[in-house]
């Protein structure tokens, strides 16, 4: 197997290919196009910018208010969690209160009950 020979190079050709792409290249044209898309990167830049801002602006807002309401609402959360604390230590004390309460309903049996010293009268 042979290896074919590759076309000698035109080298005019090539040049006069080089220099047609060439004349196409208006670099006035080119420096404009860059400089517009340059512009339009530097505003959308601004505009986010802007609108981070006013994002952060508006969180701002938020947590103040935030902090405004937890400032109200604190203190009677306090007071209702003590309330609260106090029912619980009152919820553990009534069954004993209630068990005492029934051991005095249950009438006592004779031989628990002591002689009385003063006598009865009859009418």
Do not use: Y
């Not at 190079?9 to 044209?29: C, E």
């Amino acid at each position: 197997m042979s290896n074919p020979t590759p076309p000698p190079l035109d080298v005019q050709k090539i040049v006069t290919d080089l220099l047609a792409l060439l004349r196409t290249i208006d670099p006035v044209t080119e420096g404009v196009k860059l400089a517009e898309q340059g512009r339009r990167t530097v505003d959308a830049l601004i505009l986010a910018l802007e609108n981070f801002g006013a994002t952060m602006d508006n969180l701002n807002q938020a947590a103040s208010r935030v902090n405004r309401l937890l400032d109200d609402v604190e203190e009677p959360i306090r007071r209702i969690a003590g309330v609260a604390d106090q029912a619980g230590s009152l919820m553990g004390f009534l069954p004993s209160l209630a068990g005492k309460a029934m051991s005095n309903l249950v009438p006592k049996s004779s031989s628990d009950q002591a002689p009385t010293s003063t006598p009865q009268r009859t009418v």
